[in-house]
């Protein structure tokens, strides 16, 4: 067998460890348990595993764990119990290796056996005597075996219980090596003459779940001996002790002898305080007279302790005594803050040195370390003003101004000279309430609008705004429009403001052709008391729109009359027949006009000028062409959309007027009158033509008189110089004016001779014909006649 295990090892110093892995599974696994896929995690194949022959081996040949070659898992072959496999070790494994052959091959492998809850506590002995003198004192302790758990960490024995607890209770003791101690202890005196044997149950309980446990019965047997009692060494015992000092501090240490021998002669110490706390300050050794702290020490509860001393026999005599126990400060407690008297809100116009918080300090410490200064946060508006007694003022240092902050958070912060020093602090938030001392400012310094005309009334247009710096109701802004006029109307009557928003609403519709712009003031006016205000310029630009159709102005059209221009059959290529003007009241490209030529008798014959309404030939004038020619002109503006007139004008080829007469004779009955034009046109027209002819008759007779008058001087002895006027015609040689009939007379004194022109239309080819009187017609050519003679003094041009 030696032989085997040196030729193993001999055979492992040839090969190499390939790897290690770890798995951990359970204690008390059912046999055929996974344990872990072995060829996986080696990352083997299977036929490597069965080629291999694939084997376990451990140094003991334990046979817990089996590999499987064929699926290359590792399995539990066996129970494992971690108890009786590692007894106390707290880590319990397995260690063996897998081993694979041609070639030689090494793997580690080893699994964690975890710990289960299936041991309860148990005690050595099921049962304990003890035997305990009735006038053993309160606080005696008694130790008693502890239980022991198969089981490791939380599923070991974790505490106990003590039943029935009225004389005794536990109390556990871990010690640094491990050692875990439990003792009883006595807090109620025994009395034999009651009970001379009490029995109790202890019970021990672990962790696991679910949670097992085992118990142990105890006897107690009352004892009766002793008589000496104890004597203290000193009446009253002194000790000083730090405030916060840690629990377990030895404060002082009592003797006490006892002149008994043996067992009557031990001496067990307890304190007899019972209803103040110092039970729960102060801990005293039974055995040692030791005192120590067990609860934290505040010099600001208690300054000092009298802790009243008992010292007892095992045969229950005592001797008293008392320690005093001084506590000594410590700089632990915080200065406290107490607000007084506080202002929530504080008006902006406050004076300097109004109070605003009244403020208490105290500090639970003595001496320096209860004495304390008070301060706050600079950048503030405020002050903090000492008195005695720690009471503090906060009062204004400066004007406040609710606009630039309107909130103010200020900390108190209050520090004690203690080493290391302590402090407090408390926020005071402080509101500024508002006043009315700020106007209302508009956004702009003045405002421009525009607003198409035509407008619905209570159209909205724009809106003025302005803010106030001021708050609630003191910045609640109102618009009022002042009162104006605008071209002698009230402004009211054109624009109102709303009072609320500032929105300015058009009252009525706007004509751009009655005004193009004006101006008014709008103010702003804060509810405050008294109110603040201020004032904005608004101008209102009314922009044109395209809702005016272009107006002829020549050529006239009548209802009754006929008017023509005469073109003469020489006219050449581009003569200039007439020009029709029209206009347009709209602005911009609304008024811009373009002339068409909708309808002709001959439209090879005339054309219009696109831009300037100029009626021209476009073609030599012949002998065929017709004597009475029709145009209709088509005016459009440029707007959009587009808004159009049209004119008919009456064009007579022919070089005399005879020869035009019986054409146009009935020219009127099969005129075509304008769609467009309507009845108070037509009347508006006659009226005109009706003063011109009047006005014409008028002009002639008072040429003719003044004619006569020139006759008279002529033959006078006066000398006369010849003056001959200028033609009068169009100034812009483009015929776009009405024609009108100009008569000037110039006489003199030093002249042999009038000269007397009679001035007629720019155009010597138009015709004013009336078919209901052909007498007119003759007359004014008998006295054209007349006017050509050679000697005659009138001159026609």
């Not at 029709?580 to 002709?600: E, I, P, T």
């Not at 034009?677 to 008189?705: D, G, N, P, Q, R």
Request: charged share 20%; aromatic share 8%.
């Amino acid at each position: 067998m030696a032989r085997q295990v040196l030729l193993f090892f001999s055979l492992l110093s040839l090969c190499s460890v390939r790897a290690q892995i770890s798995y951990s599974i359970p204690e008390e696994m059912a046999k055929g348990s996974l344990v872990g896929n072995i060829a996986h995690d080696l990352g083997l194949d299977l036929k490597r595993l069965i080629s291999g022959k694939a084997r376990i081996y451990t140094k003991n040949n334990e046979d817990h764990i089996e590999l499987s070659r064929e699926r290359g898992v590792l399995l539990v072959k066996e129970r494992i119990d971690r108890e009786a496999l590692c007894t106390e070790m707290t880590l319990c494994a397995l260690h063996f290796q897998i081993i694979l052959e041609n070639p030689m091959e090494f793997y580690m492998v080893t699994v964690q056996i975890t710990d289960i809850n299936d041991n309860p506590p148990i005690f050595e002995k099921g049962k304990t005597e003890f035997k305990i003198s009735e006038s053993a004192i309160t606080g005696a302790k008694f130790a008693i075996d502890t239980a022991v758990d198969l089981d490791v960490g939380i599923n070991g024995v974790q505490g106990y219980e003590l039943k029935p607890n009225d004389n005794f209770l536990l109390k556990r003791h871990d010690s640094m090596s491990g050692d875990k101690n439990v003792e009883m202890v006595l807090q109620k005196p025994l009395d034999r003459e009651k009970n001379e044997q009490l029995h109790l149950v202890l019970t021990a309980v672990d962790g696991g779940d679910p949670q097992m446990s085992g118990t142990m019965q105890i006897i107690i047997t009352v004892l009766d001996v002793n008589d000496n009692a104890p004597v203290f060494t000193q009446h009253t015992y002194k000790a000083t002790v730090t405030e916060n000092s840690p629990t377990g501090t030895i404060v002082a240490t009592v003797t006490a002898s006892d002149a008994d021998q043996g067992s009557n002669s031990k001496i067990m110490y307890s304190i007899k305080n019972t209803l103040d706390n110092v039970k729960e300050m102060f801990d005293l050794n039974e055995e040692t007279g030791e005192i120590s702290l067990v609860g934290n020490i505040d010099f600001e509860k208690s300054q000092n302790f009298e802790i009243k001393l008992l010292a007892s026999d095992h045969g229950g005599l005592t001797d008293s005594s008392k320690l005093i126990v001084f506590v000594q400060d410590v700089n632990d407690n915080n200065p406290q803050i107490n607000i007084m008297s506080k202002s929530n809100v504080i008006s902006e116009d406050a004076e300097i040195n109004t109070v605003v918080t009244m403020i208490n300090t105290e500090d639970r410490d003595s001496g320096e370390n209860g004495h304390v200064n008070c301060f706050i946060n600079e950048n503030t508006p405020f002050v903090l003003k000492t008195s005695t007694n720690n009471f503090y003022s906060l009062v204004t240092d400066s004007e406040l101004d609710r606009e630039r902050s309107s909130e103010y958070n200020i900390t108190v912060t209050c520090s004690d000279e203690g080493v290391p020093s302590l402090s407090s602090s408390v926020t005071l938030t402080l509101q500024i309430s508002d006043v009315n001392d700020n106007a209302p400012v508009f956004e702009k310094s003045s405002y421009e609008a525009y607003i198409v005309e035509n407008n619905t009334p209570g159209l909205s247009i724009f809106t003025v705004k302005a803010t106030d710096a001021d708050w609630n109701q003191n910045a609640r802004v109102s618009y009022i429009l002042e009162d104006s006029s605008v071209n002698g109307v009230s402004v009211s009557s054109y624009v109102s403001v709303s009072a609320d928003s500032g929105v300015i609403h058009a009252v009525r519709s706007l004509d751009y052709e009655q005004i193009k712009d004006f101006q008014f003031r709008v103010k702003a006016q804060d509810g405050g008391s008294p109110p603040l205000s201020s004032n904005v310029t608004v101008k209102i630009v009314i922009q044109d729109q395209n809702d005016n159709a272009p107006q002829v102005l020549y050529p006239v059209q009548t209802g009754e009359s006929v008017v023509a221009e005469m073109v003469p059959r020489s006219a050449d290529v581009g003569y200039l027949v007439t020009k029709v003007v029209a206009v347009d009241v709209d602005s911009g490209q609304n008024a811009w006009l373009s002339y068409k030529l909708q309808k002709a008798t001959d439209r090879a014959l005339f054309e219009v000028g696109l831009q300037n309404g100029e009626i021209r030939t476009v073609r030599q004038v012949t002998d065929k062409d017709a004597v009475k020619q029709r145009l209709t002109v088509f005016v459009e503006d440029n707007g959009q959309p587009s808004r159009s007139a049209t004119v008919i004008v009456n064009v007579a080829v022919a070089d005399s007027y005879p020869e035009v007469l019986s054409e146009f004779t009935d020219f009127t009955h099969d005129k075509e009158y304008n769609d467009n034009l309507t009845f108070y046109l037509v009347l508006a027209l006659a009226v005109v033509s009706f003063l011109f002819i009047t006005c014409l008759v008028v002009i002639i007779s008072v040429k003719i008189y003044r004619w006569r008058q020139s006759r008279i001087l002529y033959h006078s002895s006066l000398p006369v110089i010849p003056y001959y006027p200028p033609r009068y015609s169009d100034t812009l040689g483009t015929g776009t004016l009405p024609h009108v009939y100009n008569y000037e007379v110039c006489r003199t004194n030093d002249c042999r001779k009038s000269d007397c022109k009679f001035g007629t239309a720019g155009s010597q080819n138009v015709l004013i014909m009336d078919p209901s009187s052909t007498g007119t017609i003759q007359r004014i050519q008998s006295e054209k006649n007349i006017l050509d003679e050679p000697d005659s003094p009138l001159e026609v041009r």
